[in-house]
């Protein structure tokens, strides 16, 4: 075990699958350069030469099917986009190729791709570099969608992505990427499709999704320590496969459940989420689910704009006591988390 | 075999084939949008002619001859036609999205130039494996307006895959012709730009094609660069459909008749007579042998049994 930041874990389970499979290899715009996609890739180029960590033309279209055609031949590649907003440039290649070459050759082929795209947040990424979109991609059929939150999830999360045989989009949130924790130092895999509960509770239920559980944590444990209530963190992890019968079992046992989703609420992951519950846990639930997220806009850049954009540790308090009858906390003394503390640009 | 001989039965094959989803259409037991090949089976035999099984191909919804030129089987082929569980993915892809990756067919889509990028993809697996496979993609004029072209010819040259690019040039998009469409006088001129080679051919000679293809494989493998082939054509049919479309007056019947009078299949049977390949009562006898095929395959696709309901959820994943 070692402790690594969320960003090294992603560039670890990288390198170790590479060593493991010579099928695996890397490119996207910028992979290669000094840069590093914020040192997820270092070190790769060096170790594995450029024709298995390639820089590309500003093409995503093209690249997205270039990705997909070597995939079709036996090749496991991993695109990289440093938003993913650029990644609308290749929905095409994703909704209406990659999703679809399995199930419309009779499973003779198959696409064996990862894409790694990172949802950019603060110090005015603006409406162009900030969007999450997984419900978008999940929505299709045929796509995999997973967001890691954990060190621990970004490395046996990505391992299994580069594993799995069909193409599977991995959203990295860029503030998760200096999370730490102690993470095993040998390859493996964690299931796509198993959520996690990240704080045990038994008075509600967060579910949250990407950096949302972070701040859905430190909520918890305000809320735990001025009205001692005892909140349930519940993190899907993938968007597809999803692991309906952890957040199921957690709202039955809470009989409360807020979701937090990083991203707008209309047509979204909330939705979703949201209906699963009132289909599965109708009888059980003592209260209406509560959706929280984006504001419905387009993301602002001045930084008075962006924090009224989106939901925060606060946010998710006065949701939880509102919902369990609670007086609004003073919250003056606490300490929330300040993008602006540890960045400061320029992305 | 002699080449003539071979040639013709490919071009007929085709042929034969469509001339049979003609026949049979009306019937509506083929429930799929049919993009016919008719006029363009000389540049796609041609082209494959050229093809060892293991080399690869990719297409557009356009893809009947293509299919038939790569994997000589009109039994799936018409299965697939009528939906039936024998067909090449089991009556899901229909007539637009053929393959059959073990013969080097590999994917055709019915978005204009999506599969572009997807044969650059299969051409740099290609290399990395450095397996001497040689990739061709086939794509129409419409295809040439989409950003994606550029983007996948700029990729396959600057990393010099072993890739040939057909466009098969109709001179239209579904009703709207070149002319109205691109602010250039020639594709062959701006492709020039690119580190390719680049060839361009308007005949329905089927052998001249071959040896052009043959050619230009050489010049891939030799020098470690792509190709660009424009080898035009004329689509006999409507955009989609079995019928002739002149009455709707958006392009002229008289360009047709130019190109019936060279129509490929008519333009090789000519040579295999006139330069005594083959006797008349041969010919008519292999024509015959052919058509008996392609009765087969559809009578076969007919009788098979539709795949069960549980197939609509199976291979979404692997």
Redesign the interface.
């Given at each position: 075990m070692s402790k690594i930041s969320y960003c090294e874990a992603l560039n670890k389970a990288i390198i170790q699958e590479m060593d493991r499979d010579p099928a695996v290899?890397i490119y996207g715009i910028g992979v290669p350069d000094h840069k590093e996609i914020f040192g997820s890739t270092a070190g790769i180029l060096e170790r594995f030469g450029s024709?298995r960590c390639m820089d590309?033309?500003i093409?995503e279209?093209?690249?997205?099917?270039?990705?997909?055609?070597?995939?079709?031949?036996?090749?496991r590649?991993i695109h990289v986009h440093i938003r993913v907003d650029f990644l609308l440039l290749a929905m095409?290649?994703l909704v209406?190729?990659a999703s679809?070459?399995?199930?419309?050759?009779?499973?003779?082929?198959?696409v064996p791709l990862v894409i790694r795209a990172v949802v950019g947040r603060g110090w005015g990424q603006g409406f162009q570099h900030s969007k999450s979109m997984h419900s978008t991609f999940a929505h299709v059929?045929?796509l995999?969608v997973i967001a890691p939150t954990t060190p621990r999830d970004a490395k046996g999360m990505m391992a299994a992505a580069i594993r799995d045989?069909?193409p599977v989009i991995i959203l990295e949130h860029r503030w998760l990427y200096w999370q730490e924790e102690e993470v095993e130092d040998e390859p493996f895999t964690i299931e796509l499709g198993k959520g996690n509960v990240l704080r045990q509770g038994s008075d509600l239920t967060i579910i949250a999704t990407s950096w949302l559980n972070v701040e859905a944590v430190q909520a918890a444990d305000i809320l735990q320590k001025i009205h001692g209530v005892n909140v349930e963190v519940v993190d899907p992890r993938c968007f597809y496969p999803l692991d309906t019968e952890l957040l199921v079992n957690s709202v039955r046992k809470t009989g409360h459940c807020i979701v937090a989703d990083n991203d707008w609420i209309h047509c979204g992951f909330s939705a979703e989420l949201a209906a699963t519950i009132y289909e599965h846990c109708y009888e059980d639930i003592k209260s209406k689910v509560t959706r929280i997220g984006f504001a419905e806009t387009p993301c602002p850049t001045a930084r008075h704009l962006e924090d009224a954009f989106y939901p925060n540790t606060e946010t998710l308090i006065r949701a939880v006591e509102e919902k369990l009858g609670l007086t609004e906390a003073e919250l003056d003394s606490e300490k929330f988390f300040s993008h602006e503390n540890r960045f400061k640009g320029p992305f | 075999m002699n080449l003539s001989i071979t040639l013709y039965k490919k071009l007929l094959l085709i042929r034969a084939a469509e001339e049979a989803i003609i026949n049979y259409y009306h019937e509506d037991e083929m429930k799929s949008p049919m993009h016919m090949s008719m006029g363009e089976e000389a540049v796609v035999a041609g082209v494959c002619h050229a093809l060892s099984i293991e080399d690869q191909v990719l297409g557009t919804y356009r893809s009947h001859a293509l299919y038939i030129s790569k994997t000589q089987d009109t039994d799936t082929f018409f299965a697939e036609m009528y939906g039936k569980s024998t067909g090449t993915a089991n009556g899901k892809s229909g007539s637009m999205h053929l393959s059959d990756p073990d013969k080097g067919m590999m994917v055709s889509s019915a978005i204009v130039s999506s599969s572009i990028s997807t044969a650059v993809g299969v051409a740099l697996a290609n290399k990395m494996k450095k397996n001497n496979r040689m990739t061709v993609v086939f794509f129409g004029d419409g295809a040439i307006d989409a950003g994606v072209f550029w983007e996948s010819l700029n990729f396959a040259c600057l990393e010099r895959l072993p890739i040939i690019f057909v466009l098969e040039d109709n001179g239209i998009a579904v009703h709207t012709s070149d002319k109205k469409r691109q602010g250039y006088d020639s594709i062959s001129k701006v492709v020039a730009q690119y580190n390719c080679h680049n060839y361009e051919e308007s005949t329905t000679d089927v052998e001249s094609i071959y040896q052009l293809t043959q050619a230009v494989i050489d010049k891939v493998r030799t020098t470690s660069q792509p190709a660009f082939m424009k080898l035009s054509y004329y689509r006999y049919l409507e955009h989609v459909g079995i019928n002739e479309d002149f009455h709707d007056n958006y392009r002229c019947e008289k360009e047709y008749e130019d190109w019936r009078v060279k129509d490929p299949i008519k333009v090789q049977r000519s040579r295999l007579l006139e330069n005594s390949i083959v006797k008349e009562s041969e010919l008519i006898e292999i024509e015959s042998n052919i058509y008996q095929q392609v009765e087969q395959s559809v009578s076969k696709a007919k009788q098979a049994p539709f795949s069960s309901i549980q197939t609509l959820y199976q291979d979404v994943f692997k």
């Open positions: 290899f024709e590309t033309p093409a279209d093209a690249m997205t099917g270039i990705g997909i055609g070597a995939a079709l031949n036996g090749m590649p095409n290649q209406n190729m679809t070459i399995s199930y419309g050759s009779g499973g003779k082929l198959n059929p045929g995999k045989n069909n | -």
